[in-house]
């Protein structure tokens, strides 16, 4: 089993800061990929960014220089950095990690939300 525990959300005014923070635990393989994904009221879940174990990096256009993820290998933990924030940007943010052939779980999800 995984377990996936996230931490950072909160309220922020539009072009204030956030950062996220997601803690993996479990049997982790070496090799997977652990993102972020997000789901506005009325809107279906989507994806905001994505990190291989290998560093390789995916985002959103509508996140592109303003979003940071990060990871660190040792501590199996991932980050989403936001910046610029803009009211857009609120939602429920998910922790997802592709654990290789265990398949993939998910995080309880934090809220976000951007407003003056």
């Known amino acids: 089993q995984v377990h996936l525990v996230e931490s950072g959300g909160g309220l922020a005014q539009p072009g204030g800061s956030l950062r996220l923070s997601c803690a993996a635990s479990g049997r982790i393989f070496s090799s997977n990929v652990m993102g972020w994904y997000r789901q506005a009221p009325g809107k279906q879940r989507e994806l905001v960014a994505q990190?291989?174990?290998?560093?390789?990096?995916n985002y959103a256009d509508s996140v592109k220089g303003r979003f940071t993820i990060s990871r660190d290998n040792a501590k199996i933990t991932v980050y989403l950095q936001m910046n610029s924030l803009k009211p857009d940007d609120t939602a429920v943010y998910y922790c997802h990690i592709r654990n290789g052939i265990l398949g993939e779980y998910w995080g309880q999800g934090t809220q976000v939300t951007v407003s003056s």
């Open positions: 990190i291989t174990s290998s560093y390789g990096t």
